[in-house]
């Protein structure tokens, strides 16, 4: 119910692997910013969804500063539009169990490779 009510949801970790509260933020509808780093590239494919930022790291930290209030700004813009939360929730369902798990079984079953 949070992330619904929120504007945004910013997860500026550089090393995320996956990214799961961000899934949970499209799927209530709202629109993400992220780092472009780790496996969030993977979940932020496009611009009306959300935005990525470079880290521009120092000693592992993310030290672009500018580049996250500038993704926050972009998403601000999409955050206002009406279509913004389906477009988030759709983006969502591709990370569905039933579409990923019906994915995992024919890779598992050799059937096709994990990507199709």
Same mark, same amino acid.
């Given at each position: 119910?949070?992330?619904?009510?929120?504007?945004?949801?910013?997860?500026?970790?550089?090393? !995320?692997?996956?990214?799961?509260?961000?899934?949970?933020?499209?799927?209530?509808?709202?629109?993400?910013?992220?780092?472009?780093?780790?496996?969030?590239? !993977?979940? &932020?494919?496009?611009?009306?969804?959300?935005?990525?930022?470079?880290?521009?790291?120092?000693?592992?930290?993310?030290?672009?500063?500018?580049?996250?209030?500038?993704?926050?700004?972009?998403?601000? !813009?999409?955050?206002?539009?009406?279509?913004?939360?389906?477009?988030?929730?759709?983006?969502?369902?591709?990370?569905?169990?039933?579409?990923?798990?019906?994915? &995992? !079984?024919?890779?598992?079953?050799?059937?096709?490779?994990?990507?199709?």
């Amino acid at each position: 119910m949070l992330y619904a009510g929120a504007t945004m949801t910013v997860l500026p970790a550089m090393y !995320e692997v996956f990214g799961m509260v961000l899934l949970e933020s499209l799927a209530s509808g709202t629109p993400v910013v992220g780092c472009n780093s780790g496996g969030l590239p !993977e979940i &932020i494919t496009s611009f009306e969804i959300g935005r990525l930022f470079e880290p521009e790291a120092k000693e592992d930290v993310a030290t672009n500063v500018n580049g996250l209030y500038e993704a926050m700004m972009d998403v601000y !813009e999409i955050a206002k539009q009406k279509e913004t939360a389906v477009k988030c929730r759709d983006h969502a369902l591709k990370y569905d169990i039933s579409v990923i798990g019906a994915r &995992i !079984e024919r890779y598992l079953k050799g059937i096709s490779t994990f990507e199709t």
